[in-house]
């Protein structure tokens, strides 16, 4: 993709740390990017996906919002195949210069987690709770389920610790970073196949794992 095709979004600082789910937290005055360019499968759902990031001092804070009403939850342990669910996907190089790689976090519609790190598909070595100290997560649906979930809408928030950015790239993360990342909407065995992206993906086949066709995110 060329550098002027790319989207870009800016992550917003704001001025302190909060879990996920507070009801203080900021998001009133942070704007959105949309999972819009639904691919591959030419069935007609769409589900319409804003997230919204924000960095604080520690973490960078991440906010999904799925128009969903029905949804499939089955996998219920870290590093579980989520992606088989409704589920989002955050993947993000946060120092793309480096070529060392991208972490992908994979979050069912519970909030069950997937999480590695490397620089292709094939060459990736899972997270695991040591390394991922601080993470949080809560979704506004519990469990599993399989249909209605009593809403038209779901949301997911997390919050991701800045160290885990030094621990894998040796590097801060620090305001003016550019760094390449997309956003998904997926659900491989849900009653609905789909796969849409924020920023499109150019192969003939579903395939998230693609570096190139990244966008941007500037932190503000």
Known sequence: MSPAARPTYTVRPV?????????????????SLR???YLWLDNGY??????RLCRSRDFLHVRFAVGEKRVRV???DFQDPVYKDSCVEFFVDAF??????????????????LAAFGPDRERRKPLWPEDLAGFEARSSIAGPVDGEHGSDVWTLDYRV??????????LAVRPGLRAAANFYKCGDETEVPHY??????????????????????VFG
């Open 74 to 76: 089955r996998h219920t």
């Open 96 to 113: 793309p210069e480096t070529r060392q790689g991208y972490v992908n976090f994979e979050t069912n519609a519970a909030g069950v987690l």
């Open 46 to 51: 769409e589900p319409e996906v804003e997230v």
């Open 15 to 31: 001025g302190a740390d909060f879990a996920p789910g507070d009801p203080g937290a900021p998001w009133g005055d942070v704007p």
């Open 161 to 170: 610790p800045l160290e885990l950015f030094r621990m894998l790239y040796g």
């Open 35 to 37: 999972i819009g360019h």
């Open 196 to 217: 849409g992206a924020w920023s499109p993906v150019g192969t003939a086949a579903p395939d998230f794992h693609r570096p190139e066709f990244f966008g941007e995110l």
